[in-house]
């Protein structure tokens, strides 16, 4: 069998970084393309020097060019952290619409298969508990949420519209809450945040009143069940994510916990739109996937913690 080629866009990025990593270990050739806009070369720096990775510093809303083959693509380019989109708000709509476009186009003219990194924020503020695949969503298109979770949607949509009008091959993952080496520690994410303020002895600033509700998921299970979701053979969306959820509240106490730091919780107001509540329901993944999480909220924080303590 010929050696594969695989294009991760946001390759330089948190996720991106992490499947480059697992693709290469599948013996694939990688192109990485990012604009470095979110994205750091910090990430990738130990593939330079590998003969099956290649480096491409792009942005993706302007024309793609790639010589050769190319089998697979993985569409990871997007500021994804609230901060980031909050700051970032047009060049996120711009890279999940035009971005995504451009994207479609390579995977057309390359006959690849792609794979969209979709995200829970399609599901909104959600009505329905546990979310899964078939829920629409409760999305307020012009909140400040709004220019990450609409380009998302629009991207699913084009996405689609390309698998039915031009038969490209389309995977869509829909990506919850996931954690683990490489965040950012000033993404303003929850964990990286919580940590960081641990580290300086500042206190632990929790919005609202903590009641909200995450389910968080270690990198290295999403890796695997996007890598095995890239290889199948479905085309609507799959629900990648670990269903052990806990509020706001628990998860910084728990990270005080694990950091044996004397941090106080302090509270200060919850985000517009911020989600109530969010945990996916993963039966489609374990049903057509043959996938779960395997990596405990203990074991994985306290990896991280470690990364996170390297970085300080
Ligand atoms: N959060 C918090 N304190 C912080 C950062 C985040 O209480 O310093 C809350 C945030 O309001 C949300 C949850 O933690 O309810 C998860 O936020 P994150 O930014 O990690 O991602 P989201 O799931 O909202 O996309």
Same mark, same amino acid.
């Given at each position: 069998m010929s050696q594969k080629t695989a294009v991760v866009t946001g390759g330089a990025g948190f996720l991106g970084s992490h499947l480059c990593d697992r693709l290469l270990l599948e013996g694939m050739k990688v192109v990485c393309i990012d &604009? *470095? *806009? !979110?994205? &750091?070369?910090n990430n990738i +720096?130990?593939?330079?020097? &590998?003969?099956n990775f290649s480096f491409v510093k792009h942005d993706i809303t302007n024309f793609i060019f790639v010589p050769g083959k190319v089998d697979y693509i993985l569409h990871f380019a997007s500021p994804a952290s609230p901060i980031d989109y909050l700051k970032l708000p047009i060049q996120t709509l711009k890279v999940g619409s035009l971005g995504t476009h451009k994207v479609l186009g390579l995977a057309k003219e390359k006959n690849a298969r792609i794979l969209l990194a979709s995200t +829970?924020?399609?599901?909104?503020?959600?009505? =329905?508990?546990?979310?899964?695949? !078939?829920y629409w969503g409760n999305v307020n298109? =012009?909140?400040?949420r709004g220019v990450y979770d609409e380009a998302k949607r629009f991207a699913e949509a084009i996405t689609m519209a390309y698998n039915r009008y031009h038969g490209v091959e389309t995977r869509i993952v829909r990506i919850f809450n996931t954690y683990g080496p490489?965040?950012?520690?000033?993404?303003?994410?929850a964990l990286p945040a919580f940590v960081g303020q641990a580290l300086r002895g500042e206190d632990i600033t929790v919005f609202g009143d903590g009641s909200q509700t995450r389910s968080f998921c270690y990198v290295s299970d999403l890796v695997e069940g996007i890598y095995r979701l890239l290889l199948s053979d479905e085309v609507e969306p799959v629900n990648i994510g670990n269903p052990d959820e806990i509020t706001i509240q628990q998860f910084a106490e728990e990270v005080l916990k694990i950091m044996g730091s004397k941090s106080k919780i302090i509270y200060q107001p919850l985000p517009q739109?911020?989600?109530?509540v969010r945990q996916p329901n993963i039966e489609k993944a374990k049903r057509i996937l043959g996938w779960q999480p395997k990596v405990g909220r203990a074991e994985g924080l306290k990896i991280t913690i470690n990364f996170f303590k390297s970085k300080i």
């Open positions: &604009n *470095l *806009l !979110t994205g &750091n070369l +720096s130990h593939l330079f020097g &590998n003969e +829970s924020e399609v599901y909104g503020d959600p009505e =329905i508990h546990p979310q899964e695949e !078939t298109p =012009i909140g400040p490489r965040m950012r520690l000033d993404d303003g994410r739109d911020d989600p109530k």
